[in-house]
């Protein structure tokens, strides 16, 4: 894995504070891997897939 980008010198204060929200949000997403929080990504697309063939079904 290759080192985090910094965030630019020239950033605005908010753009700085996106940037922040960003980096945590990414970190999260580390965090769930190394707990081993994952779903596998067939079961997710069948859960899906199942949930949208329902709705049109009742949709008619």
Known sequence: ???K???R???TPQ???IWAKFDAEIQRGF???AAGRLKDADEVFDRLEAKY???TR???
């Open 1 to 3: 894995m290759t080192a």
């Open 5 to 7: 980008p910094k965030p």
């Open 9 to 11: 010198e020239e950033m």
């Open 15 to 17: 753009e700085r504070e």
């Open 31 to 33: 965090d769930d891997i």
């Open 53 to 55: 063939a329902a709705m």
């Open 58 to 60: 009742r949709a008619g």
